[in-house]
């Protein structure tokens, strides 16, 4: 018996096509794809039952990534992430108090400063008329 692309070789390809698996499409930088495109050349390296493709292997990485990454990968990818405008649109929709650290920091980026400032009471040359008052006078 042959199996050649005709025979037992392509009836397995074409089952496994037919299963009821959803398929997505993920976005990945121009480094990362490039890793990718590295790694494959290495796992199809010297493999002669068949070839891998790219999507195999990005399904291969994606079933094992949970076991890959720990808490720090996780926190590292956070602060890669991050954004300012959104963290603070989301704390202002909290119930909770926003922070005093972070309300001196706002109001310092508008010059502002934290509380105002007193008010000194007007000077008696603005209450006084133009005229030179005698205090003994008005006693």
């Given at each position: 018996m042959e199996n050649s692309d005709t025979g037992m070789g392509k009836t397995l390809a074409k089952e496994s096509k037919n299963e009821d698996q959803e398929?997505?499409?993920?976005?990945?930088?121009?480094?990362a794809n490039a890793i990718l495109e590295e790694v494959l050349a290495k796992v199809n390296s010297g493999f002669v039952g068949g070839k891998v493709q790219k999507w195999d292997l990005a399904n291969y990485v994606f079933m094992r990534l949970k076991d890959l990454i720990d808490d720090d990968?996780?926190?590292?990818?956070?602060?890669?992430?991050?954004?300012?405008?959104?963290?603070?649109?989301k704390l202002s929709k909290n119930e909770h108090e926003i922070p005093a650290a972070l309300k001196k920091a706002i109001r310092e980026a508008y010059g502002l400063t934290e509380s105002p400032r007193k008010r000194g009471g007007k000077l008696n040359t603005e209450l006084s008329t133009s005229k030179n008052v005698d205090k003994l006078k008005l006693a």
């Open positions: 398929s997505y499409r993920v976005s990945v930088s121009k480094e990968d996780i926190k590292n990818m956070q602060a890669d992430c991050f954004d300012d405008r959104e963290a603070l649109w």
